[in-house]
Structures are given as C-alpha cells and as structure tokens.
C-alpha cells in the first residue's frame, strides 16, 4: 500500500501536536508538585525551624499577610514607584516609599488555581519579596506623544493650536510578566462595545502567541513548558492608564491573594 | 423558488463586483472545488490558532488539581502548637503593619496624577486638598533645524527646591519656536514674561515649576510644556502648605 505524502504530513504533524497538547498539559501540575517541594521561586526558606510551622493550613491566612506586609516593606526601599494588588479587599494601588499615591477599586478578580493548589511555603516564597516587572503588554502608550512640527510664522502658529482629544477613548488592557512566572492581566471594565471585543480579542491573542512560542520551543526542546499561571482584574480604564504610564522599567509588584 | 435562487445569485454577484478587481478576478479564477478546498484550509488554521491559543490554555487551568482544605486540628499537642504559631503571627503582622504605617510622613506632600491631571495635598497623613491640574500634553515639538522638544511632564519622587511669589517666566527657545517666532538672544527683554504664572511658583528643580495660569478651562487638561499649573486657590494652599524640602510625588 503507497501512503500518500499528505498523509504522512498529517500523521506528522497530529503526532507534534499531541506531544505539545501533552508537555501543555503536565506543565501545571508539574510546576505545582516542584514549587510546593521547594517553596518557592525564592529558596530563601531553606532554613529547618521553620518548615513544620508552615505545614498548618490554617495558618494560610495570617502567612499570606505576613507576606504582603514584608513584601510591601521591602518594595518601599526602591525609589521607583511600586504597585501593590490586594485581592482580599479588591484595591490595587501605587506606592512609593511606602506611601499610597494611588488607590484604584478592584471591580473583579480571576485567579489561577494554581494558586489555590501552593501550599503556605511555596505561597510564602513566591510572595514574602516583590515581584518584578519583566515584560508588558498594553493596548494604550505608554507615553502618548504627539509628534508636532514648528510652525514656520505666527500665522501658521495661531491656525495650529492644539487641543487634548477629550473624547476619543481606547479600552486599556495591559498585561505584566512578573518575576517567577506569573502574569498580571489588568482589564478595562469600561462599556462592552465591538471596539473593546477586538481590542481584547487581540491583546489576549499577543500574550497568548508568545506563550505558545515559548511553549513550543520548550517541546523542541525536550523540557517540560514553564506554566505561567494568571492573575487577572478589572478596573476603571482611567485607573489602568494611570498605573501603567506610572510604572517604568522593572517595577516592583506586591500581591495578596 | 427558482426567483428566489436567482435572487440571491444576483445579489452575490452584486457583493462580488464591488470587491477590488485584483480578488474578483482571482476567486472567479477559482474552480468551485478549489474554493472548497481554500475555505477548508482556512477553516483549519483558524480552529488550529483556536486550539493553541485559547482552547490548550483553558484546559491547562482547568486540570489543576486543587486539594481539599484539610483541618489541621489534630492531637491536643498540634492544636496547641498552632495556636502558638497564630499568635506569633499576629504579633508579627501587628509589627510590620506599624512598621509599614510610619513610612507615610505626617509632615505635607503633594502628589500629581499626570494621566489624570489631579492633584492630592496631604497633611498629617490625610488628604488636606485635592483638585484638577495641568501637566504635560507629551507634544514633541520639532523645530526646522531638527531640534526637539519633548512637553512631558517628569515622573517620580522629587522635593521643593525653592518658593517664589510674583515670579516670572523667562521664556525658554522653544516658546518661541512653537510660536512660529525667531528665537532671541538669551536675556534679551522679549524673554520675559510678567503676571502668566501666577501668584507663586514652587520649584522641582531643571526648570520644572509647580505655578498658576491665566489658562483655566485647560485645567484637568494635558496641556503644559512639563510645569504643573493650578488654579489660584489650589496653588496658594500648596505654597502656604509645602516647605523647602518638601516631598512631591509626580505619576
């Protein structure tokens, strides 16, 4: 029997697929099963005192501010300005210096499982230090600059006075890749016309591209893809644009769960 | 029935004539099997982006296996045990919730929101004043002999580096420049500028002032060269307030 060339291109290329569905697949729970062994990002908890004191899951909720507290503690050494995300009472706000400069409500939240499935020593060292900012993704600038040439007399000058567009708005989405593989995903809960779908549809199809990227290199590769588990909340697009224009470089971020 | 086909096939051809010539000409070209074929292909590189893209995702947070929330109260010794870990805990988060507390000074600050050209006074760890300003409209100006100026208004921690009252504005190259004017030589008289900043000005230092304006319905308005315009009130209440040394937070 003569197998025709398209076929063996087919079977070829279900055969990668299966293998990236699979390496997809195992990527969480293998990530779990890790951090949970090892605490962690930050193998800072390596000490033995305090391992069994971790073990109690009742203590989750008072470890889990313990954390935010000293990571909010440590951020305010930097001076940059920061961002902290308190999911337990829906604020996410800018510091600098430990002071609040800004406080944005929280209208709603989406975590990753994944969270739910850390126990308190991996949640600890994942979250007792500020995260940093490693990458962006955003639907607005981060410096709306408008590109003016001099006019060339005053007649010229009075006939090109600008005027801010108070009325065009675009919905803000922005995306941060965080230290330790984690994504913060900030949505605009502003009206839900066509504009904002494609807009939304587009901003998660350019994360979501680049992580298939990564996750298929990782399969050419032989490894196991890294699971970048996600941390999404809405706000005011007013809020996100300030937050976003406000952060620079690699800013440092303090999250509550 | 027939009608009606034949309706249809002249609105499509109708939909097919407005199209650019260059596609008409290539689907027409189109054996109506091949035509099948594309939109088949078409069909399956969508459906595979989907899976890719959206549909592996949500089944990689869907399996997540989360356990189930066990009590830890078992023998009397383990309960005792973490009712001593609770309470050094909440010593713990008592402490650093007052350290965390007593960065925020009690002395005044003033913080500027440039996206939403808000100001905030603080005072004694409470918000004393707030209200519209102007800050920089990000317009880069460029001159004919290529010069650039970026209008941006700075962002971060800065501190009062002077007060001035009835101070005035010594017109930088680009004020001219943005009027379609020649630039003078520097102190030359046209360069200054009584009455436009208002009654104070306090200074971040390169230049940037904190000052009023005769423009008030730009106020809320990105619309400055990199200064923080206020309003009359507004600005006599954070001369009066910030002193030399005084923190101010721009975002």
Redesign the interface.
């Known amino acids: 029997m003569r197998i025709r060339p398209g076929t063996i291109l087919l079977i070829f290329f279900a055969a990668i ?1 299966a293998g ?2 699979t390496a ?2 195992i ?3 293998h990530r ?1 099963r890790r951090m949970n062994r090892e605490g962690g990002t930050y193998t800072l908890v390596a000490d033995a005192k305090r391992v069994p ?1 971790l ?5 989750a909720v ?2 889990r ?2 954390a935010f ?2 990571s ?2 440590a951020m ?1 050494g930097s ?3 920061g961002m902290s995300v308190n999911l337990r009472d829906s604020i996410l706000a ?1 510091e ?7 406080r944005a409500k929280i209208s709603d939240i989406r975590v ?3 969270f ?2 850390l126990n308190n020593q991996a949640y600890e060292g994942l979250f007792s230090r500020p995260l940093a900012v490693e990458r962006e993704i955003a639907t607005i600038d981060k ?15 009075l006939n090109s006075v ?1 005027m ?1 567009d ?1 009325i065009r708005r675009i919905p803000a989405f922005v995306s941060f890749d965080l230290s330790g593989d984690l994504r913060l995903c900030l949505v605009d809960d502003g009206n839900r016309g066509l504009g904002r779908f494609f807009r939304k549809l587009f901003f ?2 350019r994360i ?2 680049r ?2 990227g990564e996750n298929i290199l990782s399969v050419l590769g032989m490894r196991v893809p890294t ?1 970048t588990p996600e941390i999404r909340v809405s706000l005011a697009g ?1 809020d996100i ?2 937050i976003f ?2 952060l ?1 470089g690699r800013s440092l971020v303090a999250i509550l769960i | 029935m027939e009608t009606n086909l034949l309706k249809k096939l002249k609105s499509l051809s109708m939909v097919i004539r407005s199209w650019p010539a260059g596609l008409r000409k290539f689907v027409m070209g189109l054996p109506l099997g091949a035509i099948g074929r594309v939109s088949r292909y078409v069909a399956g590189i969508l459906l595979f982006l989907c899976l890719i893209l959206f549909i592996i995702p949500a089944l990689q947070r869907g399996i997540i296996h989360v356990p189930k929330p066990e009590t830890s109260f078992g023998s009397g010794k383990e309960s005792g045990e973490l009712s001593r870990q609770k309470a050094e805990l909440e010593r713990t988060i008592t402490r650093l919730d007052r350290k965390y507390r007593g960065l925020t000074p009690r002395s005044a600050f003033l913080v500027i929101n440039t996206s939403g050209n808000r100001f905030y006074l603080y005072n004694n760890r409470k918000i004393y004043r707030e209200g519209e300003c102007s800050t920089g409209s990000y317009i880069l100006l460029e001159s004919e002999n290529k010069t650039k100026w970026l209008f941006k208004t700075p962002k971060g921690r800065f501190s009062i580096q002077g007060k001035t009252t009835s101070p005035v504005w010594k017109k930088p190259d680009w004020a001219f420049v943005e009027l379609g004017m020649t630039i003078p030589p520097e102190n030359h008289p046209s360069r200054y500028e009584y009455g436009v900043l208002g009654d104070y000005a306090l200074s971040l230092g390169h230049g940037y002032l904190i000052h009023g304006t005769l423009y008030k319905r730009f106020l809320g308005l990105p619309v400055t060269h990199g200064c923080v315009r206020l309003n009359d009130d507004d600005l006599e209440a954070v001369y009066r307030m910030l002193q030399v040394g005084s923190r101010v937070y721009i975002y």
């Open positions: 697929l990236y569905l997809c697949l990527a969480p729970g779990i004191d073990e109690f899951p009742d203590l008072p470890l501010e313990k507290l000293e909010r503690i305010a001076d940059s300005i800018l600098i210096n430990g002071i609040i400069i800004h990753d499982r994944f739910s499935a410096e709306p600059v408008i590109v003016q040439k001099a006019p060339r007399d005053t007649v010229e000058a600008f801010p108070t998660y199809t979501r591209s992580q298939a699971y007013e644009a300030s224009r406000a620079y």
